[in-house]
Each structure stands twice: as C-alpha cells, then as structure tokens.
C-alpha cells in the first residue's frame, strides 16, 4: 500500500469512527470529523500531512517509489 493511499484509507477510518463515536458515545465527537476534514482540505494546499510523515517513517513507500520499483 502506498502513503496516499494509506492516508485516504486513514480519513475514512477516521472519519466512520467518529461518526460512531458522535452516534454511541458523545456527539461532541463530531468535532473529530471536522478536524479530519480540515487536515485534509489544507493538505490538499500544502502538501503538508503529519499521517503521511508517519506513514513514511513507518516504512511505507508512495505511488512514485513504487511505480520505479524502488
């Protein structure tokens, strides 16, 4: 798997969680999806993501790497 598509499949979790958090626990956990949406839409700006920094130092390689069989 590669860092982007790791970090969208990160959101998504994010993103169902706190939507069963808000549902079952709390509904101030709705403020979880707003944080996850804000990430996303500034890195989508800045290119600047701290998932995809960790994902990185954890190993994972992005679509560029392994597209040249790095």
Do not use: I
Request: some cysteine.
């Amino acid at each position: 798997m590669s860092v982007e598509r790791g970090v969208s499949a990160f959101a998504g979790f994010m993103v169902l969680l706190s939507v069963a958090l808000s549902y079952f626990v709390h509904p101030n956990f709705v403020w979880l999806t707003v944080f996850v949406g804000a990430n996303l839409f500034q890195q989508s700006f800045t290119g600047f993501c701290p998932a995809a920094m960790v994902m990185r130092k954890l190993g994972m390689k992005n679509e560029r790497d392994l597209a040249m069989g790095r």
